[in-house]
């Protein structure tokens, strides 16, 4: 059965520190790995993977895939509360179904 | 704007009631999905369908119906059936839109609507 395992569950942190949120994945037919934020409402799109090595960027946040040891991670360097939500990561099969991590739940405390 | 609405934001209903949650798109999008979310899981989804007049069971059918008579609606049915409805509901839609959201990859989120069943 298809699965993505996120980690940690829940993380609190201070201002400023980096933090490292895990995605790990067994799924049958990869095609892309994804990573959402999801602050009250509705996710938001951050990052889509598809090649394992090739870094993305967005500001202070940053996604990197390995397809050989199936995990991803999500890097957010100098945290500010606004970068408090559940990060969800999720893999794209090759019939474009997502299948959901349970998602990591972030604190930035001031 | 390009969008996806989802109403009501909440819905409160009694238990033995059948309810239709409201989803639409004006992004052009093929296929649209209807997840739903509990405290502390991951997204599951319920039923999504690629083309008009064709959807497709999720993990998590049981439950629950759609129609998809039009490319921009894709409205869910609680039925009495299912037998813990009360959670978060979140419509997506993903599809050759036009413009940066020409993307089968990416699923674009309504604002979700809350349920709770008395």
């Given at each position: 059965e298809d699965k993505v395992v996120q980690s940690p569950l829940s993380l609190v942190v201070h201002e400023g520190d980096t933090v490292t949120l895990n995605c790990s994945y067994e799924v049958t037919n990869f095609r892309s790995l994804l990573w959402y934020k999801q602050e009250k409402k509705a996710p938001t799109f951050l990052f889509m993977l598809t090649s394992s090595g090739i870094e993305k960027k967005s500001g202070r946040l940053s996604s990197i895939l390995d397809k050989k040891e199936l995990f991803s991670i999500l890097n957010i360097t100098a945290t500010q509360t606004g970068d408090s939500a559940v990060y969800l990561c999720a893999v794209m099969d090759s019939n474009y179904q997502l299948i959901w991590g349970a998602g990591t739940k972030l604190i930035i405390k001031p | 704007d390009g969008g996806i609405t989802q109403s009501p934001k909440y819905l409160f209903r009694k238990e033995g009631q059948n309810v239709t949650l409201s989803c639409e798109q004006n992004l052009n999008h093929d296929a649209?999905?209807?997840?739903?979310?509990?405290?502390?899981?991951?997204?599951?989804?319920?039923?999504?369908?690629?083309?008009?007049?064709?959807?497709?069971?999720?993990?998590?059918?049981?439950?629950?119906?759609?129609?998809?008579?039009k490319k921009e609606s894709f409205?869910?049915?609680?039925?009495?059936?299912?037998?813990?409805?009360?959670?978060?509901?979140?419509?997506?839609?993903?599809?050759?839109?036009?413009?940066?959201?020409?993307?089968?990859?990416?699923?674009?989120?309504?604002?979700?609507?809350?349920?709770t069943v008395l």
């Open positions: - | 649209m999905y209807w997840y739903r979310q509990d405290p502390g899981q991951g997204l599951r989804l319920i039923y999504y369908s690629q083309i008009v007049n064709d959807f497709q069971k999720g993990d998590i059918a049981e439950g629950y119906s759609v129609s998809r008579e409205p869910l049915t609680v039925t009495s059936a299912q037998k813990n409805p009360t959670a978060f509901y979140l419509c997506a839609s993903s599809g050759s839109g036009g413009g940066k959201l020409r993307s089968y990859n990416e699923q674009f989120f309504g604002p979700g609507t809350r349920l």
